[in-house]
Structure formats: structure tokens, C-alpha cells
């Protein structure tokens, strides 16, 4: 997730439902549904800290999160000796175009060659490592020297790695990432590459009262939203705990 700090602003846990348009919240009497409010945008970030993938109107929320056409939420993620890199190390990394191109991940940066890698790649002993996201470690596929010369050249950085993490290898528990406030998160919960859950969302009516109070237009895609909800009151987020039972699908 972002490394932005907020008040008022927090990652919920989604899980097992499929996203359509519309919110629902469950009332106390659980046969009784509340409109919440409408998705107005979703974001796909394949390769952690990088761009989103451009004109996604429908995904999947799976165990380890956002699945968009077979493309994960944070599934690559660069490292430097087996520990995770995210914008604040390298801000760069903002500058590098997510795609899917058939059965390819695609990415691609200004004065770069496109850089295409498997959607499913093979995993073997020899491709098998090891890596860590907030200090808890977790097995990923190594995806190759052409891929690290590519991120290192483009980063500027000589000994950079891209990770991927299938859905076959087991994943990191939510509920073993040291944080330092409380969350939803359940004992067996997993997350691939993600800071700390599936998901992240956000109200356009939060961002939009953060933009006034400090006087600037503040975009939500510095947040690093997964879905952002239109038709609600400010932070909004913080008192609804949005669930797969409270989605319209």
C-alpha cells in the first residue's frame, strides 16, 4: 500500500466477491441491504509502486487480491538483496507503464525497450527465492537477469531484482506484518506484495476534503487506491468496513 500517511484514511480487507458498480452495506437486521455508495474508479498496480494498468472497469477480488484479466495487484515487486523497493527508494518506479499483452506482463519506461515477461511463468528450484515486504520474508519466482538489467538500467541502480509472486507459492499472513495501529485482518489472510491487505479503499468525498484543507488539489492516485466510491460523506472509509457481503454483485 501507499506509504502516504493520512488521518482518516485506512486500508480495508475485501475478499471473495465480484465488483460490480454498486456498494451495499448490511444493517444490523442482515436482511435489510443500505446503498453506501457507487465504485467510480478501480486500480490494478501489477509491479508494485508503479503505474496502474489503464481502463479497468471490472476485477476480481480474490484471497490475495485485485485480479484483473489474470493480472494481480502487486504481484512483481523490485528487491535489493532479498528485500522489497518501493517508490520511496526509487520514485522512478512511478514512471514505468503496466500492461497486458496476451499471455505477456508487459512493462514499459521512457528510452527503455518494452520489457515483456510470462503471465504464468514455471516454478523451478533454480527460479525459487527468497524475499521480504515490511520484514516478513516469503518465497517468490526470480524473473531472470534480462528482467533485472532492465529494472536496473532504468532505475539507475546496478543490482536490482523483479520478483513475482504466482498463485501457486504460499503468500505472506496479514496478521504477521508488524503495523503500528489495528486492523480487520483474520488469522489466515494472505497478501502477495501488498503492504498489508487486499485492498485499499477510498471515498472521492475524503480526497476532495483533504484538497481543501490543505489548500491544494491532491490527486487519490498518490494514495495508491484499489477502489475509490463516489456518493459518500468524508471519510466515510473509516466507519464502514466494506466486505464481500457488502458489495453489489
Same mark, same amino acid.
Given at each position: !500500500?501507499?506509504?502516504?500517511?493520512?488521518?482518516?484514511?485506512?486500508? #480495508?480487507?475485501?475478499?471473495?466477491?465480484?465488483?460490480?458498480?454498486?456498494?451495499? &452495506?448490511?444493517?444490523?437486521? %442482515?436482511?435489510?441491504?443500505?446503498?453506501?455508495?457507487?465504485?467510480?474508479?478501480?486500480?490494478?498496480?501489477?509491479?508494485?509502486?508503479?503505474?496502474?494498468?489503464? +481502463?479497468?472497469?471490472? #476485477? +476480481?477480488?480474490?484471497?490475495?487480491?485485485?485480479?484483473?484479466?489474470?493480472?494481480?495487484? &502487486?504481484?512483481?515487486?523490485?528487491?535489493?538483496?532479498?528485500?522489497?523497493?518501493? !517508490?520511496?527508494?526509487?520514485? %522512478?518506479?512511478?514512471?514505468?507503464?503496466?500492461?497486458?499483452?496476451?499471455?505477456?506482463?508487459?512493462?514499459?519506461?521512457? *528510452?527503455?525497450?518494452?520489457? %515483456?515477461?510470462?503471465? =504464468?511463468?514455471?516454478?523451478?528450484? =533454480?527460479?525459487?527465492?527468497?524475499?521480504?515486504?515490511?520484514?516478513?520474508?516469503?518465497?517468490?519466482?526470480?524473473?531472470?537477469?534480462?528482467?533485472?538489467?532492465?529494472?536496473? @538500467?532504468?532505475?539507475?541502480?546496478?543490482?536490482? %531484482?523483479?520478483?513475482?509472486?504466482?498463485?501457486?507459492?504460499?503468500?505472506?499472513?496479514?496478521? =504477521?506484518?508488524?503495523?503500528?495501529?489495528? @486492523? =480487520?485482518?483474520?488469522?489466515?489472510?494472505?497478501?502477495?506484495?501488498?503492504?498489508? #491487505?487486499?485492498?485499499?479503499? !477510498?471515498?472521492?468525498?475524503?480526497?476532495?476534503?483533504?484538497?481543501?484543507?490543505?489548500? &491544494? +488539489?491532491?490527486?487519490?492516485?498518490?494514495? &495508491?487506491?484499489?477502489?475509490?466510491?463516489?456518493?459518500?460523506?468524508?471519510?466515510?472509509?473509516?466507519?464502514?468496513?466494506?466486505?464481500?457481503?457488502?458489495? *453489489?454483485?
Amino acid at each position: !500500500m501507499s506509504n502516504f500517511e493520512v488521518p482518516g484514511v485506512f486500508a #480495508a480487507v475485501v475478499a471473495g466477491s465480484f465488483l460490480k458498480h454498486v456498494g451495499l &452495506r448490511l444493517t444490523r437486521n %442482515r436482511n435489510v441491504k443500505e446503498y453506501v455508495g457507487t465504485v467510480s474508479q478501480i486500480n490494478v498496480y501489477p509491479l508494485k509502486s508503479a503505474k496502474n494498468l489503464q +481502463n479497468v472497469t471490472t #476485477a +476480481n477480488i480474490t484471497t490475495q487480491g485485485l485480479i484483473c484479466d489474470g493480472v494481480g495487484d &502487486r504481484h512483481w515487486m523490485v528487491t535489493r538483496k532479498g528485500h522489497y523497493q518501493n !517508490m520511496s527508494a526509487f520514485q %522512478r518506479l512511478i514512471l514505468i507503464q503496466t500492461t497486458k499483452e496476451g499471455s505477456f506482463f508487459r512493462l514499459d519506461a521512457e *528510452g527503455m525497450e518494452p520489457l %515483456r515477461l510470462p503471465l =504464468d511463468p514455471e516454478v523451478t528450484g =533454480d527460479n525459487l527465492v527468497e524475499v521480504k515486504v515490511k520484514f516478513v520474508p516469503q518465497r517468490a519466482v526470480d524473473c531472470g537477469d534480462a528482467a533485472a538489467q532492465w529494472i536496473s @538500467t532504468f532505475l539507475k541502480k546496478e543490482g536490482l %531484482r523483479l520478483n513475482y509472486s504466482p498463485p501457486s507459492l504460499s503468500k505472506r499472513f496479514s496478521t =504477521d506484518v508488524p503495523k503500528e495501529w489495528t @486492523t =480487520d485482518a483474520k488469522p489466515g489472510e494472505e497478501v502477495a506484495f501488498q503492504d498489508f #491487505a487486499h485492498c485499499m479503499i !477510498m471515498c472521492d468525498s475524503s480526497v476532495e476534503e483533504l484538497s481543501k484543507r490543505v489548500q &491544494r +488539489n491532491v490527486p487519490a492516485i498518490q494514495f &495508491r487506491p484499489n477502489v475509490l466510491v463516489s456518493g459518500t460523506t468524508p471519510f466515510d472509509e473509516n466507519f464502514r468496513v466494506i466486505s464481500e457481503s457488502t458489495l *453489489g454483485y
